[in-house]
């Protein structure tokens, strides 16, 4: 076999080199040009790059990119654009909603939770409904956001539809559910030994819930309590507690303070302790904290 002269080999070398010299600066221009900037987002279509990790989950600079882009045309549109925050609250912002899609759709496959193209076609068609009419909604999506209506259903309507679901499931999953409810059969147990049912309830209850960390509600007519907690008083006496009671938010213990009659109604007032379920935010926050997440965009 004759050897290649040596004038080839140098022009190949050449060639390399140049070819190589492109695709690195191709590389730092998507990561250094500004988000909104067109030739950012045209190489990211071309190079598959990172612009997170979450655990071994890749979400690409053309994603991120391509979020950024809806984020600066919804503000264009906007009454008022100078309330734009900070780019890196933008960013970070853009990233966590991201990530949070990645670990939904993660749990989701765990759990065998999903989203049948029927479901999110209802959606989508009430969607448009509700925004005049399928073609006006396509409109307002180009207009605002530059998506195409596929754009929207995989970047709005499934991941919505997938959270609820995984909501639902795990407001059931007796398992996820055993911490909470054991923290309050610890309660009643507390209360039960003659323990103040104030002072449990200021141990238990969360300060940034809807009682915050007292227990008192006041007085309630039957009819304004949840149906689990009316069916638990309901032939309760001043100075009685009731076991733990589960509805959809949690795990509650309630106990009559007073009981009176008006116009042939019982009004109630109750103490309240509260253990409210774990749902999809606690564990993405959970999850969140456990994962390996990896960012190359500046949010900070």
Known sequence: MPPIPERRTGIQKIILSIFLCVCIGSVIAVYALPPNHPAALALARVLPLPAAFVGRDMISMREYLEERRAFATSVRSASNPSLTPDAHEINRAILESMTNRVLVRRMAAE??????????????????????????FIARLHDTLGWTPEQFRHRVIEPVALADRLNERMRIDQDLQAQVKGKAEEALRRVQAGESFETVAEAVNDP?????????????????????????????????????????????????????????????????????????????????????????????
């Open 111 to 136: 759990l065998n939770v999903s989203v049948p193209a029927s479901a999110i076609e209802k959606d989508w068609q009430t969607a448009a409904a509700q925004a005049g009419g399928e073609i006006k």
């Open 208 to 300: 940034r819930g809807a009682l915050g960390s007292g227990s008192d509600i006041g007085e309630r007519g039957l009819a304004e309590l949840p149906l689990e907690w009316a069916e638990a008083v309901r032939t309760l006496s001043p100075g009685d507690t009731t076991m733990i009671v589960e509805d959809a938010a949690g795990y509650v213990i309630l106990r009559v303070v007073d009981r009176r009659q008006e116009s042939g109604n019982a009004r109630l007032r109750l103490q309240v302790i509260l253990v409210p379920k774990l749902n999809l935010s606690d564990v993405l926050k959970d999850r969140q904290s456990k994962t390996t997440i990896r960012r190359f965009v500046r949010v900070s």
